[in-house]
């Protein structure tokens, strides 16, 4: 979008900017919402937490994202995931659960800024939803194996893959990590003590690096 029709746009969705610490919860599951967040600063992590106290880590979102923008587009449907500050953070709120239920007569007249604008919020949200579809994918891709082993290398494979670099950091720490993999933490360190020692790869809190 050209920057006017960004200042619309914005206008048009109600933007709000609010700042999160570390581990504050941004969107609690079982809430509805109208709004998508973009992460300005920082990141979250998407999380289902249960009754019992057992957290599945399902993806991460960093600077630049978005989240939140399948809820805010059905906004009759309750929240299944809790929207956790990885880090200190800034979000921008965009209201977007309304736009989609406005009247034509409210949309704008064909070709008017409104329906340019609408028209390609439309496209990039259909973008945004299937780079999170293929995210999603990913991390059932990455507990389809049985060890630890076969999990961890599949993740560290795929981030290597994207980085184009054998040498990376990851977004997430030691228990993020394992909660994303569904593993014991201590098991999956561990498996990655034995890995170091077999000449696998090198690790260090977040910084990975692959030998092949």
């Known amino acids: 979008m050209s920057e006017e029709e960004l200042d619309l746009c914005l206008k ?6 609010k700042a999160f610490k570390k581990n504050e919860i941004i969107m609690h ?8 967040g973009l992460v300005l600063f920082g990141g979250v992590t998407i999380e ?3 009754v019992w106290g057992n957290c599945t880590i399902l993806s991460h979102v960093g ?3 978005f989240f939140a923008e399948t809820y805010a587009m059905l906004p009759d449907e309750v929240m299944l995931v809790d929207v ?3 880090e200190d953070s800034r979000i921008l709120f965009l209201r977007i659960g309304s736009l989609f239920m406005r009247p034509p007569e ?13 028209f390609k919020l439309t496209r990039n949200l259909m ?5 999170k579809n293929l995210a999603l994918s990913g991390r059932s891709f990455h507990t389809a194996p049985k060890s630890a082993r076969g999990r961890i290398l599949s993740y560290l494979n795929s981030v290597s893959l994207r980085k184009k670099s054998p040498e990376f950091d990851v977004p997430f720490n030691r228990q993020q990590l394992a909660d994303y993999l569904n593993l014991e933490r201590t098991n999956m ?3 990655l003590g034995r890995m170091q020692r077999e000449g696998i790869l090198t690790c260090r809190k977040n910084h990975f690096v692959l030998h092949g």
Do not use: F, H, Y
């Open 12 to 17: 048009i969705m109600e933007a709000q900017e």
């Open 29 to 36: 599951a079982g809430t509805l919402t109208d709004s998508m």
């Open 48 to 50: 289902s937490n249960d």
């Open 63 to 65: 600077p630049g994202r």
């Open 84 to 86: 956790r500050a990885s």
């Open 106 to 118: 409210l949309s704008g007249r064909p070709g008017s800024p409104e329906q340019t604008i609408l």
């Open 127 to 131: 973008m945004i939803s299937a780079q």
């Open 189 to 191: 360190s561990k498996e």
